[in-house]
């Protein structure tokens, strides 16, 4: 099958990465050059490439069109006869590609499906397996309302850790519809004997603040042991993503574009979290809630700053800018360590 070769300035290499996760997930096979120092060796594997793809997506940016890399590669597929779809994110319409269809993205999102519909006319895409379920009936644990499972089918994310790019598969699972509360989290402590810092905000449906990767971690060993047949834990960063994104690699939980009546981040100007419940519009494809903003959630992905136990944590909080509340930003904070903006949920597996 032939493939799609992608060009871009690497100052565009955010949305280029997501295009390209958004061409593989519809069942494209995608080249992406995520290199930076390039050499002669790696000339001849661009040019390599470019001689075989099916398609030649342009990525038309102010930046690119600054790259002598992408010039090139623009010209040798156009003396090739490859089919061009120019995609516009800024700047100005080129010459060179002037009398081409090309697909509007500057609002920040992916092109539209005709796009996709017109890509596959040319190369049609791989049909991929059926996403599976979890084949097990989710866990009724002790914990109070609002409390709900959502049902994670299997399928793949990209990661992201500066210019690293990793196509992660996640296996199905189930995660709770909203972070832990303060009254889910009380049940906990009087169960268990725990002592544990005040929440920073009052109200039964309000998410547990205040609460270290530790802390959480000693939640979730308590509840495998009330449910007895799986393991409750946290969402690694992979399972994290793939419940906020979707199967369309979507910016925000509910879309591409931000919508500040969809979330409590920084831009709402709340100065607390909220009830798990208050931004039902911020819905993810998966039926997850309050995935962006309110409070920042960890994850079970652990790592070391000298000597230091860290953890990772995603979606941004009430204190935080559109930016991190983005499914793709990627924070770390002190395992040990608790504040007033990080919470947690869990999700629920087999063995």
Known sequence: MSHIFISYSHKDSEYANQLGASLEASGFQVWIDRRIDYGAEWSDVIEAHLNECGAFVLIMSRNAKASTWVKNELSRAQRLNKPIFPIWIDGDIWLAVESLQHFDAREGGMPPQKFYTQLAQIIPPEVSAPALLP???????PLPEPFEWCAIPSGT?????????TVETVAPFYIAKYPITNAQFRVFAK??????????FAGDDVPRTNVTWNMATDFCS?????????IIWLPDEAEWQRAAQG???????????????????RESQKKQAT???????????????DMSGNVWEWCDDLFEIDGRPYAYARGGAWTS?????????????PADDWNYDRGFRIVAMTP
């Open 321 to 333: 800018s559109q930016h991190e509340a983005r499914v793709t930003f990627q924070a770390g904070f």
């Open 157 to 165: 994310v990209t990661l992201s850790e500066g210019e690293r790019q």
């Open 247 to 265: 199967d369309e690699n979507r910016r925000f939980p509910w879309g591409d574009q931000f919508d500040v009546a969809c979330c409590n981040t």
């Open 275 to 289: 009830p798990v419940w208050q931004y039902p519009q911020g819905i993810s494809s998966f039926g997850v809630l």
């Open 135 to 141: 084949d097990f009936e989710p866990p009724k644990l």
């Open 191 to 200: 169960a268990t004997g725990t002592e544990v810092k005040p929440s920073a």
């Open 222 to 230: 308590w509840l495998t042991r009330e449910w007895g047949d799986g």
